[in-house]
Each structure stands twice: as C-alpha cells, then as structure tokens.
C-alpha cells in the first residue's frame, strides 16, 4: 500500500460503448498546455497559454480519469502540452497509479519531451509507469535546437538514460520532416533500435496554426517505408494498438518500427480512444470537432454517476471517422493545437 491508495473500483458497470459498437478502453489526458519547448509543427513561436482557472485542477483531472478506469478504460496516457512541466504532476500520476495496482487498469503511460525525465524517471517507476514514449524527431543538436526552438537534445539523452537505469521501457516517436530530419530517419531508427528502443515515425497532421508551411514539412510515410525497404527487411507485425499505428520488424537490427499515418490510412473502424483536454473537453475523435465539456460537468457539482452518465452521452456520439486533409494555404482542418488535445 502506498499513501495514494484508496479503494478502486470493485464493481464494474457497464463497459464504453459507443453508437458504432465499438469499446472505448484507452483514454489520452491532457494535464497541461504548456511546455518548455516549441517544436515549430505543434507550437507557435509566442504561444498565449491558458489561465490557471480555464485548466482542470490535479483533483478534477484525478476524479475524471478514474472515472473512465469504473468505466472500463484499461490504457490511461497522460500527455500534454509536457506533462512533466505541470507542477504536482507526480501525485496525479501516483494517485492514478492505485488503479494498477487494483487490477482495475493494465496500463499507465507517458508521451513526454524528455527534458525532466532526469528529475521524473525513477518517480514515475514508482508509481506503476513502465513503458514512456519520448519525442525526439533527431540526435543532431544544431537540428534539435531549432526544430524545438531552443531545446537541448542532451538534456533529453540524459532523461533517456535515467528512464532506462529505472527500469522504464521506451519508445522513440519522431515527426517525419520533409526537409529537416528526412535524410536521418534510417539513423535514427537503426540508433534506437541498437539502444533496444521500438521507434515510431510519425505523419504531421494538421492540427493549430502554426508559422510553417505544413504541406513543406509534410513527408509521406508511404514514401518512408519505399526507400527503407530498398536496403532493409520490414516484416509486418500484427500488433494492433486500436490506434493509427501499424508495426513492422526491421529483420537486420531486430527492432519494431511504428508508422504512423493518420493522413493516408483510415484506422478508424477499431478505434478504441477518447482524448480529455487539460481544460476538460472531451474529444472522442482526434480529426472531428466534436467535443463534450466535462469541466461544466465537474463544476456544476455532479456527483459520480452524474459525471459517468456525461461521459456515455459522449462516447454514444463517438463519430464514424474522420476527415484530415492538407492542402496548400488552407486553414488548419482543426483550429487545436496538439498541445491541447494531447498528441
Ligand atoms: N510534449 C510531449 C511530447 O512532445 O511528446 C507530449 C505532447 S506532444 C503534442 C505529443 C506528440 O505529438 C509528439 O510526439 C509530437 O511530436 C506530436 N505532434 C505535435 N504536433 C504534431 C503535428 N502537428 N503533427 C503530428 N504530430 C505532432
Ligand atoms: Fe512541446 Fe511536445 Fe509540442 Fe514539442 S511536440 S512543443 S515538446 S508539446
């Protein structure tokens, strides 16, 4: 036992199922907006964060989150924003650890810059996290300093380092840039791989006004994949995460290798996923405007059940799929930046 724990939930409802028959057992939260970087696809240059008031307190983020565990989520992700950056961000994810090890949920997970995982790493173990996933789109500093507008790749490859000493399993996740980091992806993958990191490759989706040209930086991962099977073996690997990711084993280093490609590929028929916003709006698919504002719920004094009976309503209108395109000097397909949503 440890001081966070308090009784999970023993009797289960009703699992999440949405209008479209499908169970909704993975909920992303969002803790904050904010971040110490400013990588130039998800942010721009002089962002306008959100008040204090506007976010959910650690509380209302707890009572939320473990409501949907009652509901038969399984996977809980914390994001951001950097999540790391919320201050008494530790309790939360300690508190929510109790769910774990309740039995109540399989897993308890973080997608993070890796700037404070020195400081964060053995904590997170602690409290249940084993699996990370750390954004790091290159190894080169000049590159990192600029994609992320100041940020030092060395601070992250120490926050790597801590991660594993605690025992924590990582995942790489890497923006695909046309013209920044395209030319090193074969590096990179075959540098996590060697580290026993699985790699992620991921499409820019068009999320939030941001300075760049995003049909410039768009990199089709079809593409990708064509010039990494001109000198490796990807062997596809059935490992489906209810997600937009699909996996394959790079036969020569061993290691897997995601892609992600929420452009090109519909994924939406076994999508499992809701995100929450640290502003308590709950998006039930990433690429549609949809949105359920449990912040209102919260405040307005509902009790459990109140708040369990708002969050069926919305995964009841969970939509069919969605529709991302990218087009030239057109206004982003969603006005959200990812730092909102949580990525
Ligand atoms: N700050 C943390 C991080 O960078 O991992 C968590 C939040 S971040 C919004 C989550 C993921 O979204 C990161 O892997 C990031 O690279 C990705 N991301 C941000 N903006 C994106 C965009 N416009 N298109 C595709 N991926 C994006
Ligand atoms: Fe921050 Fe993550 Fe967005 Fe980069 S991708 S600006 S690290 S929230």
Redesign the pocket.
């Known amino acids: 036992m440890t001081p966070y724990d308090a009784p999970s939930p023993q009797v289960r409802t009703e699992p999440l199922i949405d209008g479209f028959g499908r169970a909704v057992t993975y909920l992303r939260v969002?803790v904050t907006d904010r971040?110490d970087?400013r990588?130039v696809?998800?942010m721009a240059e002089h962002m306008t964060f959100l008040p204090k008031k506007d976010l959910l307190s650690l509380e209302e983020l707890d009572r939320v989150g473990s409501a949907f565990v009652e509901l038969g989520v399984r996977k809980l992700r914390i994001?951001?924003?950097?999540?790391l950056v919320r201050k008494g961000v530790m309790g939360l994810i300690a508190r929510l650890g109790r769910h774990l090890r309740a039995g109540a949920l399989e897993e308890l997970t973080l997608?993070?810059?890796?700037t404070q995982l020195e400081a964060f790493a053995g904590q997170l173990a602690d409290a249940g996290v084993r699996r990370v996933?750390?954004?790091m789109?290159t190894r080169k500093p000049d590159l990192f300093r600029r994609l992320t507008r100041g940020g030092d790749v060395a601070k992250v490859m120490r926050g790597l380092q801590a991660a594993r000493e605690a025992g924590l399993q990582v995942k790489i996740?890497?923006?695909a840039l046309a013209q920044d980091n395209a030319a090193e992806i074969p590096d990179l993958i075959a540098w996590a791989h060697g580290e026993g990191m699985d790699i992620t490759l991921?499409?820019?989706?068009?999320?939030?006004e941001?300075e760049a040209d995003?049909t410039e930086q768009f990199l089709s991962l079809k593409e990708v994949r064509r010039e990494l099977e001109s000198f490796w073996t990807l062997q596809d690997i059935p490992l489906s995460t209810g997600g937009p990711a699909r996996y394959v084993r790079v036969a020569e280093t061993g290691g897997r290798l995601g892609f992600i490609t929420p452009l090109s590929h519909n994924f939406c028929e076994a999508c499992n996923r809701v995100r929450l916003t640290c502003t308590g709006t709950l998006h039930t698919c990433l690429g549609r405007e949809d949105a359920s504002d449990l912040r209102a719920v919260l405040r307005a004094g509902a009790d459990d059940a109140a708040l369990k009976d708002a969050i069926r309503l919305a995964v009841d209108a969970k939509p069919k799929g969605h529709d991302f395109r990218i087009e030239r000097a057109a206004a982003p397909a969603l006005a959200r930046?990812?730092?909102t949503?949580?990525?």
């Not at 994001?79 to 999540?83: A, Q, R, V």
């Not at 991921?202 to 939030?208: A, K, Q, V």
């Open positions: 969002s971040c970087l990588c696809y998800c994001t951001g924003g950097e999540p997608t993070t810059n890796g996933n750390v954004s789109d996740n890497a923006v991921i499409e820019t989706m068009p999320l939030g941001v995003r930046h990812m730092s949503t949580g990525g």
